[in-house]
């Protein structure tokens, strides 16, 4: 039986951005904290300092995750600028799924960036699955073939696994395909 019975081709959408655990001196232990979708800009002279304003989920306080430090405003395009003290929510979402600058600034990450599959129209001739990821989202190929086909995942490793599909890591994504 053929788990390809149509082609498809998949888009993977970010839906939220990071979070991180850390130390919260509100509650004496690790927890989570989840972006409050605002910016922190602070100036001095002509130089800038901007963070990302994170809260923890239980008691609300919070954590800047520094994106900008001690940047001259004029490295800053006129847009950027705006977009920042304007708490712009597309500004938020590229900076709060930036994960090289999480990684910069060692926080950890509180898992994997949500995601969800936008189902795109087929491509004309071409035998498989495509799932395009243009926010280089770390998912395994087993959870994704699982989504697209919406099997258990534990089938989909089977098949993986098995050689009866097989998975190739693209540029911008996964293209599975059935074995020959």
Not at 47 to 67: F, G, S
Not at 97 to 109: E, H, N, P, V
Request: glycine share 8%; net charge positive; proline share 6%.
């Amino acid at each position: 039986m053929s788990y390809f019975p149509l082609s498809g081709t998949f888009r993977m959408v970010p839906t939220d951005t990071y979070t991180i655990v850390r130390g919260c001196a509100g509650c004496g232990g690790k927890s989570t904290y989840r972006c409050a979708d605002r910016f922190r800009v602070n100036a001095n002279g002509k130089r800038l300092d901007v963070w990302l304003i994170y809260r923890c989920e239980r008691c609300k306080h919070t954590y800047n995750l520094p994106v900008y430090s001690r940047v001259l405003r004029e490295a800053l395009s006129p847009e950027e600028y705006r977009a920042l003290l304007a708490n712009d929510p597309a500004a938020v979402a590229r900076v709060g799924r930036d994960r090289a600058l999480f990684l910069r600034c060692g926080a950890q990450l509180g898992g994997e960036l949500p995601y969800r599959l936008s189902r795109l129209p087929d491509r004309a001739g071409e035998e498989g699955l495509w799932v395009q990821n243009p926010g280089r989202i770390r998912v395994r190929p087993d959870k994704l073939l699982s989504q697209c086909l919406e099997i258990p995942r534990a089938r989909a490793k089977a098949l993986l696994k098995g050689g009866e599909v097989v998975a190739e890591a693209t540029e911008d994504g996964w293209r599975f395909t059935p074995a020959r």
